[in-house]
Nanobody, 119 residues
Framework: VQLVESGGGLVQAGGSLRLSCVAS????????MGWYRQAPGKQRELVAA???????NYADSVKGRFTISRDNAKNTVYLQMNSLKPEDTAVYYC??????????????WGQGTQVTVSS
C-alpha cells in the first residue's frame, strides 16, 4: 500500500496550509491514519492522528491550530494547519495501517512533504 502526500510549501507565519495523503493499493480496510513531522536535528514526532471511527488526538503544540480529518470513500487523510509558526517547519509524513484484500496487515509511510514557515 502506498501513501502519497501533497500540499506542502512555503508560507508566512500566521498563514495556513492543507496537507493531503492518499492511500492506494490492495486495501481492504484502513485503521488509524496520522501525520508525523521531523524537523532538522530532531526526532520524528506525532502531530495528529484519527481513528477509523473518527476519534482524534493532537500534539499539545498544535492543539487549536491544526485539524485532522479523513474521507474514507477516498482513502484520504487531511491536515488543515492554521496560524502556522516558524517552529512548525518540518517534513511532514503520513502514516497509516490496515488490512489488504488478503487480510494481511499493511503499515506504510508516505515520502514526506516539506512545510516551511517564514517569520
Amino acid at each position: 500500500v502506498q501513501l502519497v502526500e501533497s500540499g506542502g510549501g512555503l508560507v508566512q507565519a500566521g498563514g495556513s496550509l492543507r496537507l493531503s495523503c492518499v492511500a492506494s493499493g490492495s486495501i481492504f480496510s484502513i485503521n488509524a491514519m496520522g501525520w508525523y513531522r521531523q524537523a532538522p536535528g530532531k526526532q520524528r514526532e506525532l502531530v495528529a492522528a484519527i481513528s477509523s471511527g473518527g476519534s482524534t488526538n493532537y500534539a499539545d503544540s498544535v492543539k487549536g491550530r491544526f485539524t485532522i480529518s479523513r474521507d474514507n470513500a477516498k482513502n484520504t487523510v487531511y491536515l488543515q494547519m492554521n496560524s502556522l509558526k516558524p517552529e512548525d517547519t518540518a517534513v511532514y509524513y503520513c502514516n497509516s495501517y490496515g488490512y489488504t484484500g488478503d487480510y494481511e496487515v499493511w503499515h506504510s509511510w508516505g515520502q514526506g512533504t516539506q512545510v516551511t514557515v517564514s517569520s
